[in-house]
Structure formats: structure tokens, C-alpha cells
């Protein structure tokens, strides 16, 4: 005898089937949009990560590439200088402005936007650019990530909170703007400082949960275009 095919639309196989298939389908999207947890103790990798030095390198060669409109202006603008002011409070703290010691001092210029005359000498040879407060103390992270913020301790026992949905909030003791957003990658933060300049920051968890990575874009509000530069981490434990 002939096996009975169904001929009916509504066959319990095709049923099935079709059930099968929506689950597979929800199953594919959830994990295309599921955030990745980048929580955990955090070790910069100081080899492969890019230091105070190489950004500052970065920002001189982006300073010569806006030549000669932006020249002037990033010479008195990279290191505000009501921050000559108040050296003490900005160089103590995440977010409190410059980098501390040498880095979060400009260089005294005069204005100048090409070499001097009758000499071979480059204004920006030896120029000092404000760097990102956060490159003090991110030698050692510890991040705690829930549905809706992450918790970020850094080296010097400092925390830094970010709500995930995208509203800008003040923090780091009222002298920045904070924002952040989870995607599939991992959480992008933003942070405004008062004094205009900004870092955004990529962070990205390995698939095999190892090594964190954040990618960071850093622009000074005397330049037409931010820097770019990576941070790379391996877990602790």
C-alpha cells in the first residue's frame, strides 16, 4: 500500500516544520543582537596597546595635517589656560582635565603657524597636547556590566557609572558629560569634558572572553578631527 500524503496546507509535518524554522530564525536575530558582556578584571597589555606617548605623537601629526588654519589654534587651546590655574585639581582626577605632569601642560608658543624665519626649526616638534585623563589610571580595570549600566573601577579606586541608554549625564564630580550605549559588540561610552574636548570609547570583549579591547577616539576642541587610538587588556584570573 501507497504511504498517505498529507495534501492539506495544514499538515502536521509542515506544522512543524515551520515552527522549526521561526525558531531558528529568532534564535539567529537574538544572537545577532545579544550585548557582549564585558565584565570582569581588566590588565593593560602595555605591548600592545598604545601609550601616552604614541597618542601624543598622533596628535602632533594630525596638528601638522590641519596646518596652518587649525596651527594657532591648537597651540593655546589643547591646554586651556585657566588649567595653568588650577594644575592641582586637574591632574589629580579622572576627568578633571588634563593628564597630569607633562602631559596635561601645553608647550608656550607664540602663535605661530609655520617654522620660524631663518631657522629649520617645527613648531610642532616638541608641542604637548592634553590627553585623555583616563590614561592615568586605566592600568588596571575592574567592570561589573548589568541590563542597563556599567560600573567601572580604575586603578586609583575612582568609579565611574554609565547608564546604557543613551542620555547624557553628568558625572566625574560635574566636569564632564557621560553617555553609553550596549550593542552587539560590547558598550560604547562617550564623555564630554566641560572644557569641549571628547573621548569616545569602543570597548570590545574577544569571543573567546581573554582580551578586551577599547577603541578610543580623542578630539580636542581646537582641531578639526578627533585622534584615534587602542587600549588592549587581558583578564585577570
Not at 578584571?41 to 587649525?70: C, G, I, K, V, Y
Not at 585657566?82 to 588634563?98: K, L
Not at 590627553?131 to 592600568?139: A, G, N, T
Amino acid at each position: 500500500m501507497a504511504a498517505l500524503r498529507c495534501v492539506t496546507p495544514f499538515c502536521p509535518w509542515r506544522v512543524v516544520l515551520l515552527m522549526t524554522v521561526c525558531a531558528l530564525v529568532v534564535a539567529v536575530v537574538h544572537a545577532q543582537t545579544a550585548t557582549a558582556d564585558i565584565s570582569g578584571a581588566w590588565r593593560l597589555d602595555d605591548q600592545n596597546s598604545d601609550s601616552a606617548d604614541t597618542l601624543t605623537t598622533l596628535l602632533r601629526a594630525e596638528a601638522r595635517r590641519e596646518q596652518p588654519a587649525a596651527l594657532p589654534a591648537t597651540a593655546h587651546a589643547a591646554s586651556p589656560s585657566t588649567d595653568n590655574n588650577g594644575a592641582g585639581r586637574h591632574g589629580s582626577g579622572m576627568g578633571r582635565g588634563g593628564m597630569g605632569g607633562g602631559h596635561g601642560h601645553h608647550h608656550s608658543d607664540s602663535g605661530a603657524s609655520s617654522k620660524k624665519p631663518g631657522t629649520d626649526e617645527d613648531p610642532l616638534a616638541h608641542a604637548q597636547f592634553a590627553l585623555p585623563p583616563l590614561l592615568q589610571m586605566d592600568s588596571v580595570l575592574l567592570v561589573q556590566e548589568g541590563a542597563k549600566s556599567v560600573q567601572i573601577q580604575l586603578d586609583n579606586g575612582e568609579q565611574l557609572d554609565v547608564r546604557l541608554d543613551g542620555q547624557a549625564r553628568q558625572s566625574l564630580h560635574g566636569d564632564a558629560m557621560v553617555q553609553g550605549r550596549a550593542n552587539a559588540s560590547g558598550v560604547r561610552i562617550t564623555i564630554l569634558y566641560a572644557d569641549g574636548r571628547q573621548l569616545q570609547q569602543d570597548w570590545i570583549r574577544s569571543p573567546d572572553g581573554r582580551q578586551l579591547s577599547i577603541h578610543g577616539a580623542w578630539k580636542l576642541p581646537s582641531m578639526q578631527q578627533p585622534v584615534q587610538f587602542r587600549r588592549n587588556y587581558l583578564a585577570v584570573g
